[in-house]
């Protein structure tokens, strides 16, 4: 049974950051791409970034690119979300995603995690 437990999520102002953990357990997470997904309120979810086995691929989307950075840890079975210059608009509830490839396709992870607020005030 595999879980993925986030945290990391809070309250902060604009331009801040936050950083977003997610601990893995029941699968071999070296083995698989790992990636975070969010979604607003009265939104559909969106894909904010993912990350290769290795971790040495990662792939963003373009309304987070240079100021969002996802990692890995293989040893601490453990991903990170590094979320800097925040905006309003980033506010949403952060998924973390187990899948089956290193991509912006929800329909190639399998598991998901319950989720992380994430508030950004103006």
């Known amino acids: 049974q595999v879980q993925l437990v986030e945290s990391g999520g809070g309250l902060v102002q604009a331009g801040g950051s936050l950083r977003l953990s997610c601990a893995a357990s029941?699968?071999?997470?070296?083995?698989?791409?790992m990636g975070w997904f969010r979604q607003a309120p009265g939104k559909e979810r969106e894909f904010v970034a993912a990350i290769n086995r290795s971790g040495g691929r990662t792939i963003y989307a373009d309304s987070v690119k240079g100021r969002f950075t996802i990692s890995r840890d293989n040893r601490k079975n453990t991903v990170y979300l590094q979320l800097n210059s925040l905006k309003p608009e980033d506010t949403a509830v952060y998924y973390c995603?187990?899948?089956?490839?290193?991509?912006?396709?929800?329909?190639?992870?399998?598991?998901w995690g319950r989720g992380t607020q994430v508030t950004v005030s103006s």
């Open positions: 029941g699968r071999t997470f070296s083995s698989y791409p």
């Open positions: 995603v187990l899948g089956r490839a290193t991509t912006n396709n929800t329909l190639e992870y399998d598991y």
